[in-house]
């Protein structure tokens, strides 16, 4: 039997790669943008509202950590590669995006270019642990 302390172990994981020669604000910018996408395409990712003692209300947020790594571009390529091949939901960022400001540019923007040659910046992938281990294998966690 669990209780409220017992520490809670995810079969899941949210990962965001990023690629290793962003700015500290793009890094930031994209990450949320990337994980915005997961938790459209996973519901099941998304937590309770939180409530504080005034029973003021707050949006729900997920339910569980998201694991940001580093990586360069190869790496990047490779990764978001694994994790379609191993149908993971997948969220992308290009080079391109960081001019445009908003969604019809940024779809177009990528729209425009063949998947090979998508000069990626950063990722974010949701799936079984095991999975996405996989996915960003020779990343490094973002310190």
């Not at 571009?73 to 908003?102: K, Y």
Request: net charge positive.
């Amino acid at each position: 039997m669990r209780s409220d302390t017992t520490p809670v172990r995810f079969d899941t994981k949210i990962a965001v790669l990023l690629r290793d020669d962003l700015l500290t604000w793009q890094r930031l910018n994209i990450t949320a943008f990337l994980v915005s996408g997961i938790a459209t395409a996973a519901p099941e990712v998304i937590g309770q509202p939180y409530e504080d003692a005034g029973d003021v209300q707050y949006l729900s947020m997920f339910r569980q950590p998201v694991l940001v790594f580093m990586g360069g571009r190869e790496l990047l390529q490779a990764a978001r590669s694994r994790a379609i091949g191993r149908n993971l939901p997948v969220s992308i960022f290009t080079s391109d995006l960081i001019a445009t400001n908003n969604d019809r540019d940024n779809r177009a923007a990528v729209r425009a270019v063949r998947t090979e040659q998508l000069d990626l910046v950063g990722m974010a992938t949701y799936g079984p642990r095991k999975a996405v281990d996989k996915v960003v294998k020779g990343a490094s966690m973002h310190h």
